[in-house]
T-cell receptor, first 113, second 112 residues
Framework: DVKVTQSSRYLVKRTGEKVFLECVQD?????MFWYRQDPGLGLRLIYF???????EKGDIPEGYSVSREKKERFSLILESASTNQTSMYLC????????????FGQGTRLTVV | SQQGEEDPQALSIQEGENATMNCSYK?????LQWYRQNSGRGLVHLIL?????REKHSGRLRVTLDTSKKSSSLLITASRAADTASYFC????????????FGKGITLSVRP
């Protein structure tokens, strides 16, 4: 069974903290994505990676960075967490060669206080 | 900016009725996909239609694509209470990469 695993289901952090959200996939997918989901706004793409060490900004990259040192792992970093980054964060992966569907993790609900 | 925009934003129907959801997008696409999300969970892929296809079926799902109008529709036939969820369309652009962008979603409620 294919799997995308996010390191935490729920996370509470303080304003100003550096926050790491981890995502691991076991499907040898080239593409990995980080989205945030907010009520009424749907899913917005933060960053996209199409290969190890390769990344592309999405629609809302400000305040975030990413790291992809290994093919299976894609990390989202909040450099200095702020309350407006309280959200649901969703990681996904997909195969480049077949340009097929994306597989999602269960999501991380982050609260910044 | 978000590529896809779904319509309506919310839909409430009786069990057994058909549900039709629409999606419009702005730029050329390689494929369009529909996903479903149960409350507070990750998204699950439902169906993918490529730009050179006009219609596709999967069980009770039927999706159409009109590239001239840049629009797609998802039909769920004989709906069930278990179909209650949020539905999203997502587009993969033409070109080298597979960046996937989503719309705001449609909330479907199926009353028993």
């Amino acid at each position: 069974d294919v799997k995308v695993t996010q390191s935490s289901r729920y996370l509470v952090k303080r304003t100003g903290e550096k926050v790491f959200l981890e995502c691991v996939q076991d499907m040898d997918h080239e593409n990995m994505f980080w989205y945030r989901q907010d009520p009424g706004l749907g899913l917005r793409l933060i960053y996209f990676s199409y290969d190890v060490k390769m990344k592309e900004k999405g629609d809302i990259p400000e305040g975030y960075s990413v790291s992809r040192e290994k093919k299976e792992r894609f990390s989202l970093i909040l450099e200095s967490a702020s309350t407006n980054q309280t959200s649901m964060y969703l990681c996904a992966s997909s195969s480049f060669s077949r340009n097929t569907e994306a597989f999602f993790g269960q999501g991380t609900r982050l609260t910044v206080v | 900016s978000q590529q896809g925009e779904e319509d309506p934003q919310a839909l409430s129907i009786q069990e057994g009725e058909n549900a039709t959801m629409n999606c419009s997008y702005k730029t050329s696409i390689n494929n369009l996909q529909w996903y479903r999300q149960n409350s507070g969970r990750g998204l699950v892929h439902l169906i993918l239609i490529r730009s050179n296809e006009r219609e596709k079926h999967s069980g009770r799902l039927r999706v159409t694509l009109d590239t001239s109008k840049k629009s797609s529709s998802l039909l769920i036939t004989a709906s069930r209470a278990a179909d209650t969820a949020s539905y999203f369309c997502a587009t993969a652009p033409t070109g080298a990469n597979s960046k996937l962008t989503f719309g705001k979603g449609i909330t479907l409620s199926v009353r028993p």
